[in-house]
């Protein structure tokens, strides 16, 4: 395995927790963390947006980085793509492993430092990662650097402008308390992609509730609140828990 690169105080607790969850976890949803509906909801969101803005993506080999149990990686095998599964956490893909997909290669190294040759893959993944990281400068460079000119980017964050964000963090810091999860705006993700070279920045809002309440989650699918959520100002910020933000490589980026 791999020397890893020292980490942040944050950033090695979360690498610790991704291990525990990994040791004891046997689903996909609670090696990575989450809950069961969570994940469910993350995915099968994702695979909206995909399948609407994947009319003329180019196949071939795709990274997933932060790869997990494999959630997403197998999503993109059933499409038809060739993929390589980065994770820092060795529980995780032992586990992922197990899964048998022989279409997906698994790598054992840090997200902030890929060990494989700049511009060589079709397209890249990123979710679940930035919430972890101490910042996202380094991952959105790195995700730039590994994919080829006119490859696609498609990266994940938790919605720092969330109501529910906002107040967790306001009194965490009132009692003193460590940040727990790091959260994002997505004006910080898009300015890190145009320094990065990167183009054709699209912005998509994820709403979910809570896993209580993830019997009602599907009110906040209907199309009068996506339309709401991304037409209406403040509405997918202050409301939404998770932003995708999709962007594609220029040849600039060289």
């Known amino acids: 395995m791999p020397k890893l690169p020292v980490r942040h105080q944050f950033e090695e607790k979360w690498r610790k927790l991704f291990e525990k969850f990994a040791t004891h976890a046997q689903d996909d949803a609670g090696i990575a963390g989450w809950s069961v509906s969570g994940l469910e909801t993350r995915l099968c969101y994702f695979v909206q947006v995909w399948r609407k803005e994947n009319n003329k993506l180019q196949k071939g080999v795709w990274l997933d980085l932060g790869c997990g149990a494999g959630t997403y990686s197998k999503f993109l095998v059933d499409q038809g793509m060739y993929v390589i599964g980065l994770d820092y956490s060795f529980p995780t893909l032992k586990k992922?492993?197990?899964?048998?997909?022989?279409?997906?290669?698994?790598?054992?190294?840090?997200?902030?430092?890929?060990?494989?040759?700049?511009?060589?893959?079709?397209?890249?993944?990123?979710?679940?990662?930035?919430?972890?990281?101490?910042?996202?400068?380094?991952?959105?460079?790195?995700l730039a650097s590994a994919t080829k000119v006119g490859g696609k980017i498609w990266v994940d964050a938790l919605n720092r402008w969330c109501i529910v964000h906002f107040i967790e963090s306001f009194l965490r810091r009132l009692q003193g308390k460590p940040m727990h999860l790091r959260y994002e705006t997505p004006a910080n993700i898009i300015n890190l992609?145009?320094?990065?070279?990167?183009?054709?920045?699209?912005?998509?809002?994820?709403?979910?509730?809570?896993?209580?309440?993830?019997?009602?989650?599907?009110?906040?699918?209907?199309?009068f609140l996506k339309w709401v959520f991304r037409n209406v100002p403040l509405m997918g910020s202050s409301l939404c828990h998770a932003f995708i933000i999709t962007a594609e490589r220029n040849s600039s980026s060289d």
Do not use: H
């Open 193 to 223: 992609m145009r320094k990065n070279n990167l183009s054709n920045i699209q912005l998509f809002w994820l709403p979910m509730l809570p896993s209580k309440l993830a019997r009602f989650q599907w009110v906040l699918e209907t199309p």
């Open 96 to 142: 992922a492993q197990l899964r048998n997909y022989s279409s997906i290669e698994w790598c054992v190294a840090d997200a902030t430092k890929i060990p494989l040759r700049t511009g060589i893959f079709d397209g890249a993944i990123c979710f679940g990662v930035t919430q972890a990281l101490e910042n996202s400068n380094t991952v959105i460079a790195e």
